[in-house]
């Protein structure tokens, strides 16, 4: 007997936690790595009964997150990237069908000093930093020196990125943007570079937090993305936190902006148990939870990650009653950012995929997957579109019986 088809695919991304090292580790420096264990071992056990339950405690690699439940009540297995880096835009490219031949060029000792003269000359601004760093660490090093001067403080990591910090106060975040705009159109070519993001911070010397209105300006993905060709057959397309940045918009029918995990949170649970659109109407509601990467795996902090988990535990808990019977609901992650680890950058890791619906194979067991396009190619077979030129479906394995 085969299951219908999912109309409607709830697919959460939670940014950075990963399962541990690939077999490739050792060449990103990240031996050792595994982001969601070793925060559980860090604070002596996380309870995350819901995800627990589809069968997080059984996907190997995994541990401490919760009794042992067989058959597990969902589908469960991990993912490997096959793209090269580490990076946010890699990692969700990747899951929509989209696997990169060579990684984003980094910077790890700032950018060209005619890049950075270049920029001057087009924002009217001199800047600040040009230096990897920490993007708490630098603001509290230069911010007191940007509120003076009014120069704006530029940075990057060990991911290929291109950040401009700047207080509220001094730059305005709409003026912040346009200059992040500004240093999108120059970052191609030789000089190109995976994302631009706005960092706004507020506050006081000693004291300065950054704010929620970040906001990313990545490359603009291939046309072959999966979210095409599903807005193209009729799916509506719902992005919830950074999604539609990731992707510049493409494939996106609509967009809730939000900023942190728990008001990305509410909007899950808002439109998963609010919304009363017809049983039959084809969609993906598609989120990005960032804060397990931006407040609590860059610092280094993995009590706060812990505590991030299990919110979102309860939120999942909330979401799994009020599935449609012709719901799929997939959580899954990017890539990982080990905060137990002496980086304060992203890790090379396997991520996890747990799907549950009302009807759904119990204790079914994807494995082993060697690309995050087969998450990709799983929705193109659910929503019946062409799919991806990489990555194969494991939708059979989870709705034959």
């Not at 690939?22 to 056990?45: C, I, M, R």
Request: with cysteine.
């Amino acid at each position: 007997m085969t299951q219908s088809k999912p109309s409607r695919v709830v697919l959460i991304v939670l940014d950075s936690v990963g399962i541990g090292e690939t077999p490739d580790a050792h060449l990103y420096g990240d031996e050792g790595s595994n982001t969601l264990s070793n925060t559980a071992k860090a604070v002596g056990g996380l309870h995350l009964p819901n995800m627990a339950g589809l069968g997080l405690p059984l996907i190997p690699g995994v541990s401490g997150v919760g009794p042992v439940v067989v058959p597990a009540r969902g589908a469960f297995g991990r993912m490997a990237p096959a793209s090269p880096g580490k990076d946010t835009v890699g990692g969700h490219w990747e899951m929509m069908g989209v696997v990169l031949e060579k990684p984003f060029r980094t910077y790890p000792h700032g950018f060209p000093r005619d890049v950075i003269a270049e920029f001057e000359r087009r924002t009217g601004r001199r800047t600040l930093g040009n230096v990897a760093a920490s993007g708490t660490e630098i603001i509290e090093r230069l911010g007191k020196e940007h509120v003076a001067t009014g120069d704006p403080i530029v940075y990057t990591s060990a991911d290929s990125v291109f950040q401009i910090a700047a207080h509220e106060d001094v730059i305005p975040v709409d003026e912040l943007y346009g200059m992040c705009l500004t240093a999108r159109s120059m970052l191609v070519g030789e000089n190109l570079v995976g994302r631009v993001i706005a960092r706004p911070f507020a506050g006081e010397p000693g004291a300065f937090k950054r704010t929620e209105r970040r906001r990313d300006f990545p490359l603009e993905p291939p046309e072959s993305i999966v979210l095409g060709s599903l807005v193209a057959a009729g799916v509506t397309v719902t992005a919830i936190g950074k999604i539609e940045d990731i992707f510049c918009g493409k494939g996106i029918s609509r967009s809730f902006h939000t900023g942190c995990n728990a008001d990305s949170c509410r909007t899950l649970e808002d439109l998963v148990l609010g919304e009363r659109a017809p049983d039959a109407a084809p969609e993906l509601l598609f989120a990005n939870l960032v804060d397990f990467d931006m407040v609590y795996g860059h610092r280094n902090d993995p009590h706060g990650y812990a505590r991030a988990l299990e919110q979102f535990d309860e939120s999942l808990g909330r979401m799994l009653p009020g599935l449609r019977p012709s719901d799929l609901l997939v959580v899954t992650a990017d890539h990982g950012c080990d905060p137990t680890t002496p980086s304060t950058d992203h890790s090379r890791e396997y991520v996890p995929v747990l799907l549950a619906r009302p009807r759904v194979l119990a204790g079914a067991d994807i494995g082993l997957r060697r690309t995050f396009a087969d998450l990709g190619a799983t929705l193109a077979e659910a929503f019946g579109v062409k799919p991806p030129h990489s990555g194969e479906s494991f939708l059979s394995t989870v709705y034959s019986l």
